[in-house]
T-cell receptor
Framework: DAKTTQPPSMDCAEGRAANLPCNHS???????VYWYRQIHSQGPQYIIH???NNETNEMASLIITEDRKSSTLILPHATLRDTAVYYC????????????FGSGTKLNVKP | EPEVTQTPSHQVTQMGQEVILRCVPI?????FYWYRQILGQKVEFLVS????????KSEIFDDQFSVERPDGSNFTLKIRSTKLEDSAMYFC???????????????FGPGTRLLVL
């Protein structure tokens, strides 16, 4: 599976949009981009995933660049409860049984 | 909303003892997984299970570990003789097995914190 690179930490003001970047320059055509988050030591929580097109659900939006080498997770109105570690994961067709969790981005939402 | 549940939430055991961690995956899901997270470290894949057999396992999942689906609802992880380094959070996950391949979204349980003394 393609490797991902994320900044180790980011700050965001409460009520503002949080934009979390992820670089996956070696992604191949059949690999999906997934985002999960982990609040404290809770189980990873699924947020969103996509292949090529931008995606939106009730939690977040996922913007994938046209060349698919990077993506951005957008939390439109961050709250204090969104403070968590956010993981960007690229998942391949032939290795889909597992997720590889890197170090992620620690998002700190501040009042 | 359906969710994965795990019991117990905390388990303390003595080194060398056997432990069984239990999970109830989301109903109608077909794929099951165990991950672990040592304190302060990354979430690591242990094993995946489908159709009553292991489909993939990591190098961490050695002979001390086993998984079982004893009935239609439970999925268990057994550690035969626990070591100090087995202390970690253990997460169970399940996926539907409908989309197939890299579209399979895994849903995680809240975890069991295992402490080996």
């Amino acid at each position: 599976d393609a490797k991902t690179t994320q900044p180790p930490s980011m700050d965001c003001a409460e009520g503002r949009a949080a934009n979390l970047p992820c670089n996956h320059s070696t992604i191949s055509g059949n690999e999906y981009v997934y985002w999960y988050r982990q609040i404290h030591s809770q189980g990873p929580q699924y947020i969103i995933h996509g292949l090529k097109n931008n995606e939106t659900n009730e939690m977040a939006s996922l913007i994938i660049t046209e060349d698919r080498k990077s993506s951005t997770l957008i939390l439109p109105h961050a709250t204090l409860r969104d403070t968590a570690v956010y993981y960007c994961i690229v998942r391949g067709l032939y290795n889909f049984n597992k997720f590889y969790f890197g170090s992620g981005t620690k998002l700190n939402v501040k009042p | 909303e359906p969710e994965v549940t795990q019991t117990p939430s905390h388990q303390v055991t003595q080194m060398g003892q056997e432990v069984i961690l239990r999970c109830v995956p989301i109903s109608n899901h077909l794929y099951f997984y165990w991950y672990r997270q040592i304190l302060g470290q990354k979430v690591e894949f242990l094993v995946s299970f489908y159709n009553n057999e292991i489909s993939e396992k990591s190098e961490i999942f050695d002979d001390q570990f086993s998984v079982e689906r004893p009935d239609g609802s439970n999925f268990t992880l057994k550690i035969r003789s626990t070591k100090l380094e087995d202390s970690a959070m253990y997460f169970c996950a399940s996926s539907a097995g409908l989309a197939g391949g890299s579209q399979e979204t895994q849903y995680f349980g809240p975890g069991t914190r295992l402490l080996v003394l």
